[in-house]
């Protein structure tokens, strides 16, 4: 008995020690999880899942964008009910993708405002001159007393017939008076094609794109062949705006000069004014001449998009290839 | 006597009681260590939480900006009618080792197959019985535990033309024309084809 106590007493110490260290352990690893639970909310950005609104509203933003393209297209003679048609569709069958995700979306057509739209789609390009204009077909009004343009695009489909000088340059003008004209000049130096800007205001800027057909100039975007040209956009960082129209108060009218320097296609949405009587051929036309059809220039829809955590709605008006 | 024998039996069972014991803590701090062991950077866990969201918010943003100049909805439509499958595809039908060779494909390989990340990426939509379908765009194999998706919504319309293996607009084929299109008219009679949501599932290797 006696040689036996101390051993049952250094049997309950370790017991003793072994349960402290263990419950030392679960302390241990329970700060650690915690720590790492408080890192991971942190990272977490919001919980809520607010931003999903947002990205999905960009994204309806997009498909409406795309109906109207279509009906300006194809559905010139009533583009309404076809983007109508189109709000319905993408608001039923985008409903049923959300829902996968535990959203409920809506999208609703609200209302629209009317334009119209100049088009010059010859296959192949032709020069942007106009025989139905009887006194000067290379310089001509393209439109009159216009409050607004949208989606203004010229393409450029053979750069040898471009002027080799901008004194002779093709120039597209917005103007309103003899003192307030933006101008846009396209001419080529051989290897490359020159797009130069001269605001109401005096200043004036350049940007030059490597020769290599077609030559695409978004001209309400600011983009040539899809990268930003600053003589469209901003001279410089921060300074003076260059956009389509600047300076030049509306309604003004929009001028093309020179037009048998260049030869390709445009197209392009007003809102408000008129053509020159004489000047377009009414629908569309697969002739020589630009032509003139109804359009669409803005849509508005209700946007609706609501979670478990987040109820947001909104109007969201499209028009899309505004100047900003 | 019987009092001696007694008290033996006694510390005999108490001996057998703490030897399951020890057993017991030995297997159970083994099992322990072995699981630690068993957590490495790749592991699904709750610590890898920030890399995840990273992950996601990668993905999305490579669709945002390629959509940003309509190069998700040219991804879709970039068809091969004669072979009736995606351009340069292997016979599955869907792309397996390269991405295509498209806006959509480069940004996806530039972003995440430089930084050792495989992904998927499913084509969702209704199909012709009105139901979900689900098409396979590109496909690397079963996604890892910690595997994350983003997506993004694309109309496509009525006369959207196919797109040529070149990236040029095809001149007469459009989606709706198309006889061998795996995207079927949604919304017969209306100007919209199809709602194709795109998903980019995305894991670490």
Redesign the interface.
């Known amino acids: 008995m006696a040689d036996l106590r101390p051993r049952d007493e250094r049997g309950q110490i370790l017991l003793i020690a072994a349960f402290t260290l263990a419950v030392i352990f679960v302390a241990l690893a329970l700060v650690v999880n915690s720590a790492i639970f408080t890192e991971n909310l942190a990272s977490q950005g919001e919980v809520a899942g607010s931003s999903e609104a947002l990205t999905y509203q960009h994204q309806v933003r997009q498909s409406v964008t795309e109906a109207m393209a279509y009906a300006n297209r194809y559905r010139y003679s009533n583009p309404t009910s076809s983007v109508q048609a189109s709000v319905d569709a993408l608001s039923e069958q985008g409903a049923h993708q959300q829902a996968t995700g535990g959203q409920l979306v809506h999208v609703g057509y609200e209302g629209s405002r009317s334009g119209w739209r100049i088009a010059d789609n010859t296959s192949g390009g032709s020069t942007f001159e106009n025989e139905s204009v009887p006194v000067s077909d290379q310089n001509w009004q393209l439109a009159e007393s216009v409050d607004r343009t949208r989606d203004l695009e010229i393409t450029i489909t053979d750069e040898s017939v471009l002027s080799g000088t901008k004194a002779s340059a093709f120039t597209l003008e917005a103007n309103e008076s003899t003192s307030e004209i933006w101008e846009l000049r396209l001419w080529s130096t051989g290897g490359e094609v020159v797009v130069d800007v001269e605001t109401a205001s005096g200043r004036s800027g350049e940007c030059r794109v490597p020769t290599g057909s077609p030559v695409e100039i978004d001209v309400t975007r600011g983009l040539v062949d899809g990268q930003r040209c600053h003589a469209l956009t901003r001279n410089g960082t921060g300074g003076d705006r260059m956009w389509w129209g600047t300076g030049v108060s509306s309604p003004y009218d929009i001028w093309i000069k020179n037009g048998d320097q260049i030869r390709g296609n445009y197209s392009m949405i007003l809102r408000g004014g008129s053509h020159t009587g004489d000047g377009l051929v009414d629908g569309p036309d697969s002739g020589d001449d630009p032509f003139r059809t109804d359009a669409m220039y803005s849509a508005t829809v209700e946007y609706l998009f609501r979670t478990s955590q987040v109820t947001y709605e909104t109007e969201i008006e499209v028009a899309p290839g505004e100047t900003p | 006597m019987s009092g001696r024998r007694g008290g033996t039996d006694e510390r005999g069972q108490g001996h057998t009681l703490?030897a399951v014991?020890a057993a017991f803590?030995l297997v159970a701090s083994v099992s322990f260590a072995l699981q630690m062991t068993a957590v490495t950077p790749l592991s699904a866990s709750?610590?890898s939480?920030?890399l995840e969201?990273q992950l996601r918010y990668t993905g999305?943003g490579v669709m945002?900006s390629v959509?940003a100049?309509g190069g998700l909805?040219r991804a879709i439509r970039y068809w091969d009618e004669s072979d009736a499958r995606f351009h340069d595809a292997p016979d599955g039908g869907y792309y397996t080792m390269d991405p295509p060779d498209n806006a959509f494909g480069r940004a996806l390989n530039r972003t995440l197959d430089e930084r050792n990340i495989a992904y998927n990426v499913h084509l969702?939509y209704?199909g012709a019985s009105g139901d979900?379908a689900r098409t396979r765009l590109l496909y690397r194999g079963e996604p890892s535990d910690h595997a994350v998706r983003a997506?993004?919504?694309?109309?496509i319309?009525?006369?959207d033309p196919l797109i040529d293996a070149d990236g040029t607009e095809n001149g007469t084929q459009t989606v709706s024309n198309a006889s061998t299109y795996f995207l079927p008219d949604?919304?017969t009679g209306?100007?919209?084809h199809?709602?194709v949501?795109v998903e980019v599932v995305a894991w670490r290797i």
């Open positions: 703490e014991a803590l709750t610590s939480q920030h969201n999305a945002a959509e100049r909805s969702v209704e979900r997506s993004r919504t694309v109309t319309m009525d006369r949604a919304d209306g100007p919209v199809n709602v949501r």
